[in-house]
C-alpha cells in the first residue's frame, strides 16, 4: 500500500470539509431525521476548529481519509462536554469508494502515534450507535468504553465515550 499519512495543507482544508461531509452524508438514511441533523450540524461546527490537527490518508495526491485531533484541554465537542484532559479523535472519514482498505485504522494509528508523542495518557473519541462499523474498528483497536464522558445532545443519539490506555 503506498498511503501517506500526513497533516493536511491549509488549502486541502476545503477537500478535507467535502471528504468528512461525504462519508458522514451515510448516516442521513441511518439516523432519525433529529439525529441526522443534530449530527450534519456538530460535524459542520468540528471542521471549522482551529485548534484540532487535520489529518489526512493521501493516495498519490488524492486524498481518501481525514480525522482530526483535539488536543487535551479542549472541548473538542463544544458545549455537550467540559475540557477533555486527554486528546480526542473526532471525525474519522473514509468515502466509501476507498473503505475497505484499511485507511481508518491508518489514521487512528497516526493519533495514537501523536497522542503517545505528547505524553497522553489516553486517546478518547465519541461515536454512537449508528456508528457500528467505526465503534467495531475501535474496540478492535484496544478502546474502552467510557461511560463517565458519554453525553445526550437534545434530539440526537446517544453519544458514547471511548478511552485507549497508552
Not at 494509528?109 to 450507535?129: N, P, Y
Request: proline share 5%.
Amino acid at each position: 500500500m503506498t498511503i501517506t499519512i500526513r497533516d493536511a495543507r491549509s488549502d486541502e482544508w476545503d477537500a478535507v470539509r467535502d471528504l468528512t461531509l461525504e462519508a458522514y452524508s451515510v448516516y442521513a438514511t441511518i439516523m432519525g431525521p433529529d439525529a441526522w441533523a443534530g449530527l450534519d450540524n456538530a460535524v459542520r461546527r468540528a471542521l471549522e476548529s482551529d485548534t484540532a490537527q487535520r489529518i489526512v490518508a493521501d493516495d498519490h495526491g488524492t486524498l481518501i481519509g481525514s480525522v482530526m485531533l483535539f488536543p487535551a484541554s479542549t472541548a473538542a465537542y463544544g458545549e455537550y462536554t467540559d475540557a477533555l484532559p486527554v486528546p480526542e479523535l473526532r471525525l474519522l472519514a473514509v468515502p466509501a469508494s476507498a473503505r475497505g482498505r484499511g485507511i481508518g485504522r491508518l489514521l487512528v494509528e497516526e493519533c495514537i502515534r501523536r497522542a503517545r508523542l505528547d505524553s497522553a495518557s489516553a486517546l478518547g473519541l465519541h461515536t454512537s450507535k449508528s456508528m457500528a462499523t467505526a465503534r467495531e474498528l475501535y474496540v478492535r483497536m484496544g478502546f474502552e468504553r467510557a461511560p463517565e464522558t458519554d453525553f445526550f445532545p437534545p434530539g440526537a443519539e446517544h453519544v458514547e465515550g471511548y478511552r485507549l490506555r497508552l
